[in-house]
């Protein structure tokens, strides 16, 4: 760095030199080179070195980020990297109102979908298995056409990370990795040293071309034997600040990428007061993202919820009541920061295992179920969604044609 500021020096004063030329009398070439070379080691004026000309002001990214009303699905690495239901996909977009995809960065088992650049990523092996090896050309086909791309980062349920790193895991009061029925492992949202593996992940993906980074998992743990948990000394406070900490840091962090920030939440935080003890409470959560994501899916209300004796064969009364609670919370809430805007995740899957519950009433979804859910969420107020389906076999018929 020294050297470079002297070679500045000598350039400047030998440009006072040419400056101070008379008519045509201009220095030969070689002179100018032994110039720059025999003042190298002139001390520059500590008023240049000081005054910072090299540095631009920063962009203000958010003046160039595109807002459009999302509609969308979602998609697996493994879909990505199978280029024929990749393309079936795409055009599937072009036929239809669709013109957004949220694709799988860091999926449901702490896997990444392509070769990473990440010391950890590499550390913890996660991209070990590339989903997708022409990920830049899948990319750049959604540039092309125009579709929105949101990265998915599954945050802190991770059971490549959680397991490699027990430092950094859920742990029970015995010093073991915590593990949930499923067999997963957590990273620890209260440790926030754990915040840096998935935010590294997110800045990648921004540098790779995706316009949004949706967080999802981003709670604390659910399911399994929660009594046995030990957060250690770092629990020192509420758990929904703790999540509203974390967001409000990873969105400080890809602030710089031009990129909008999102997150999933639980159907229920629509509508419940409290945060469940996961960590999402609605007006906690309202002022640390752009966009809030409930996952309204109607075959995960029990039955009763919202006076609905069976919630999944009533798609429109679920959504309706749901984002419609949701987006009065939101607009009711004082504050001068900006407040996220709703955007649900709708159901676009058929639910068996409610045949048992529900009998004659058990309903398998297709079209009319999925303009049910699009048309509660317009009745709301609102005008964006995205369909979950885990296979990515989605119902054209519940779509408005292009």
């Not at 002001?57 to 979602?74: E, F, H, L, M």
């Not at 499923?182 to 949202?189: F, Y």
């Not at 309204?296 to 429109?316: F, I």
């Not at 519950?357 to 309903?363: E, M, N, R």
């Amino acid at each position: 760095m020294k050297k470079n500021i002297k070679v500045l020096g000598a350039l400047l004063l030998t440009a006072a030199l040419l400056a101070g030329c008379k008519g045509n009398e201009i220095p030969k070439e070689d002179e100018i080179s032994k110039e720059v070379e025999a003042r190298e080691d002139v001390e520059v004026p500590t008023i240049i070195t000081e005054l910072d000309y090299l540095k631009q002001p920063s962009t203000n990214w958010a003046a160039y980020r595109k807002t459009i009303p999302v509609k969308g699905i979602y998609m697996t690495g493994n879909t990505l990297g199978y280029k024929s239901r990749f393309y079936d996909l795409i055009d599937l977009i072009d036929r239809t109102e669709l013109n957004a995809v949220v694709i799988d960065v860091k999926d449901d088992y702490g896997t990444l979908t392509y070769e990473s650049n990440i010391p950890m990523v590499k550390e913890l092996e996660a991209d070990k298995v590339v989903k997708d090896k022409d990920f830049v050309q899948s990319m750049n086909l959604l540039a092309e056409k125009d579709i929105y791309p949101i990265a998915r980062i599954v945050t802190f349920k991770d059971r490549t990370a959680a397991s490699k790193r027990p430092d950094l895991a859920v742990k029970t009061k015995d010093g073991k990795i915590w593990r949930d029925n499923k067999g997963d492992a957590w990273l620890n949202p209260y440790n926030r040293e754990s915040w840096e593996y998935p935010i590294q992940i997110a800045e990648e993906a921004a540098l790779m071309g995706f316009k949004e980074i949706q967080f999802d998992y981003v709670r604390f743990p659910t399911d399994g034997k929660r009594d046995l948990i030990d957060y250690g000394d770092s629990a020192n406070e509420p758990m929904r600040d703790a999540i509203a900490e974390f967001l409000r840091y990873a969105r400080e962090r890809l602030a710089p990428y031009g990129v909008y920030v999102s997150a999933d939440i639980f159907g229920l935080v629509t509508t419940v007061e409290d945060d469940m003890r996961l960590g999402q409470h609605l007006e906690t959560l309202a002022t640390t993202v752009d966009f809030l994501c409930p996952m309204v899916y109607p075959s995960h209300y029990a039955l009763g919820s919202y006076g609905v004796k069976y919630p999944d064969a009533d798609p429109y009364t679920i959504v309706k009541t749901s984002m419609s609670v949701a987006k009065e919370r939101i607009d009711n809430l004082e504050t001068p920061e900006k407040k996220a805007v709703l955007r649900p995740w709708l159901q676009d899957f058929s639910a068996p295992w409610l045949k048992k519950d529900y009998g004659p009433y058990y309903t398998p979804y297709g079209p009319e179920q999925i303009k049910a859910q699009k048309q509660a969420t317009y009745d709301s107020g609102l005008d964006q969604w995205i369909l979950w389906n885990a296979g990515n076999k989605y119902t054209e018929g519940g779509l408005e044609k292009q």
